[in-house]
């Protein structure tokens, strides 16, 4: 049963244009949800988070979007560089539980 | 500060080896978590430790094992090898694995064969 879903495997985006990156979950217990950056042979990145508490978290370039009532959350990368093409990974995770859950990932490829 | 190290960063075994892979958590964390990440199944929890106890276990066959060793550094084993077994096997550590963030090592490339 996969409780984290990214529906979209790949995006490719003009560079200097928004790249919107899409997350689906279905367990309601989740409280905390983050978004990784990972390249060829190299582990995943940490990039932002949100807590269910907020619908809103933002970081430079990137913002996240939590939609509790429709368990939708997004990724903006505002304006997308070409250093961004990268698998992108949605990850969840329940209150006082150490496990995170991962989406399938989405590769973003910026083109110049 | 150093980041999380895997070692080896790759390994080729044979169907029916054990292997046994390792990481060494970003010095100060204590929480030491591993994933498995395959083309088809994404990156799946395997188990947590802290404080050298296991304390959250994923839904994999026993032949998958882990341990921590009281500088929290941990080792995870795989007995029996099977061809599925070939993964991306990723370790994150954070202080108290109830943190904001968990940070990856590059982890550990095994093929079976």
């Known amino acids: 049963d996969q409780q984290v879903k990214q529906n979209s495997p790949s995006l490719s985006v003009q560079e200097g244009r928004i790249s919107i990156l899409n997350c689906d979950y279905t367990n309601s217990m989740f409280d905390y949800f983050l978004w990784y950056k990972k390249y060829p042979a190299e582990g995943p990145t940490f990039l932002i988070s949100i807590s269910s508490i907020k619908d809103k978290n933002e970081d430079g370039r990137f913002t996240v979007f939590l939609n509790k009532s429709a368990k939708h959350l997004s990724l903006h990368i505002v304006p997308s560089q070409p250093g961004d093409s990268a698998v992108y990974f949605c990850?969840?995770?329940?209150?006082?539980?150490?496990?995170?859950?991962f989406g399938q990932g989405t590769r973003l490829t910026i083109n110049p | 500060k150093a980041g999380v190290t895997q070692t080896p960063r790759y390994l080729i075994k044979t169907r029916g080896q054990q292997v046994t892979l390792s990481c060494s958590p970003i010095?100060?964390?204590?929480?030491v978590s591993w994933y498995q990440q395959t083309p088809g199944q994404g990156l799946q929890f395997l188990f947590e430790?802290?404080?050298?106890?296991?304390?959250n276990k994923g839904n994999f066959p026993g032949r998958f094992s882990g341990r921590q060793f009281s500088n929290s550094r941990s080792e995870m084993n795989v007995s029996t090898l099977e061809l599925g077994d070939s993964a991306l096997y990723l370790c994150?550590?954070?202080?108290?694995?109830?943190?904001?963030?968990?940070?990856f090592g590059q982890g550990t490339r095994l093929t079976v064969v």
């Open positions: 994150a550590s954070s202080e108290t694995g109830y943190d904001t963030e968990a940070f």
């Open positions: 010095s100060g964390h204590r929480s």
């Open positions: 430790y802290f404080s050298e106890t296991q304390r």
């Open positions: 990850a969840a995770r329940r209150q006082g539980a150490q496990k995170l859950v």
